[in-house]
């Protein structure tokens, strides 16, 4: 369990940094998006290649059908999350799109009938009550800053969906024939997107795509793909808990990169979701989940 809560933080981590890249990139965010994932999957592509052979598997319908729905609601997550992320500080972006634990209950039990633990929603509660601090410290904020909390929330919604379905899926034998296809699915449709609403420039300057092959490789292959992995070994609402380290981690760094201080709501609001992970964590120690 140590292991697995240590993979865990890793990929929290590694996701958090996201924020920092998207707050410094200037290519449109359907764009930014779509090149994200396809990055992602390109990079993972030989380990798809090696799982279809070693489980005997014929590239298919059968084979990325799992992966098209949580695909599409990654894609329309990551889309909202690169507009939300650049209208608000750094710090609450990272929180509200990681406000999961509100909403996973309903959704592992409808997607995957896992009833979460009673300590494991004590410990929500606890970590939620993060989320009212932070918010307290919110109201001296723009109109601006707000509109893009609220577009942030919309995103934590679809990207809660797609974890809630990665803990569905747990039982298909192998990682990477479920996480690359969605990665190109995602960013194929991202691209889509793109497209059709916009008149997309592709960047051309070292430094953007430094940016996106940065977001591909940290937040996404080793973030999502961890988060996803977490999803099929630990139990969802403890993920989903300790997923919010993110935003501890996003403004510690928004700090040191973009120069933007954090208010005393985000220290009392941190040591709130640090109590509430490891109530969580205490929740794994009791009588072995079987799902996992």
Known sequence: MVF??????????????????????????????GLRQLVAALVLTPLYLRDLRRF??????????????????LGI?????????????????????N????????????FAREIPKRREMAGTVV??????????????????????????????????SYMALARRYREQGSLWLYVVPLYYVGGMFSLLISFVLTRPVFPDTPRE??????????????????????????????????NLGQFVFA???GFFVLNEIPSLSFYAASLFVVAGSVLAILSGRGRRDKTS
């Open 4 to 33: 697995k809560v240590l993979l865990l933080l890793v990929g929290v981590y590694a996701c958090s940094t996201a924020i920092i890249m998207i707050k410094l990139s200037t290519t449109e965010p359907m764009l930014l998006a």
């Open 56 to 73: 005997n598997r014929r590239f298919g319908v059968s084979v990325v059908k799992d992966s098209v729905v949580p695909g599409i609601l």
């Open 77 to 97: 997550h990551l889309i909202s999350w690169v507009i939300g992320g650049r209208l608000t500080l750094a710090a609450n972006a990272s929180l509200i799109v």
């Open 99 to 110: 406000m999961i634990p509100a909403v996973m209950p309903v959704l592992l039990i409808a």
């Open 127 to 160: 970590a939620l009550s993060g989320l009212v601090i932070l918010g307290g410290g919110d109201i001296h904020f723009s109109a601006q800053t707000f509109k893009g909390d609220i577009i942030c929330f919309v995103s934590m919604l679809f990207f809660a």
């Open 209 to 242: 795509i430094l940016l996106i092959v940065g977001l591909g490789l940290i937040p996404t292959v080793f973030g999502h793909t961890i988060l996803n992995q977490s999803m099929r070994t630990v139990r969802g609402q403890t993920v989903s808990i300790l």
């Open 251 to 253: 403004g510690v760094m």
